[in-house]
């Protein structure tokens, strides 16, 4: 082998190393961009509600965890809360076909309905390109952006890592501070927490 081509296959393999990596869910910074089709089959991105405050929530309907929040009424009723207050609600679902949590066509239509949801959006993501985007981990996992488009929450939705819906009684809701702090034009006290539930049912990765 020539020096030359020693030399340009050391370059390719050192620019490979230095090639940034996807970028991660960072507190502070922009929120990681995505577009997505909702269940009405519209494609949906999130650029689309720049000046607007934006909740992201990750859903699996077969989740006791998730089934907490929605059997007792708690999730409809942030949902409710934060579009009262102009937040953009989005539920995402990427649970991959054939694995538990995934809707497709009119059972993504009727989710909103069957689930008592006050969410703007329902957004399908079978392929888990979002959910990796945000690292998102588990079910429910939340995400609060700014008008601005920065990521200022992301975790837990609340500090009960329980599916008893007894738990809810006296819980810390991590959502509802954060979205009053983001309201009132403070830092997110709290920006960063555990979240807990069933892991997102991702596919095999493209």
Known sequence: MTFDRRFAIALLAASAMAAPA???PVIGQAAPAFTAVDANGKTRSLSEFKGKTVVLEWTNAGCPYVRKHYDSGNMQGLQTSAAKDGTVWLTVISSAPG????????????????EKAAYA????DPKGTVGRAYEAKTT?????????GKLVYMGGIDDKPSADPASLKGAKNYVTAALADVKAGRAVAQAATRPYGCSVKYGAAD
Request: charged residues 20%; without cysteine.
């Open 22 to 24: 996807a970028a991660a």
């Open 99 to 114: 694995t538990q949590g995934y809707v497709a066509g009119a059972d993504a239509k009727g989710w909103k309905g069957k």
């Open 121 to 124: 959006d329902l957004l399908l």
């Open 140 to 148: 429910p996992h939340m995400y609060v952006i700014d008008k601005t």
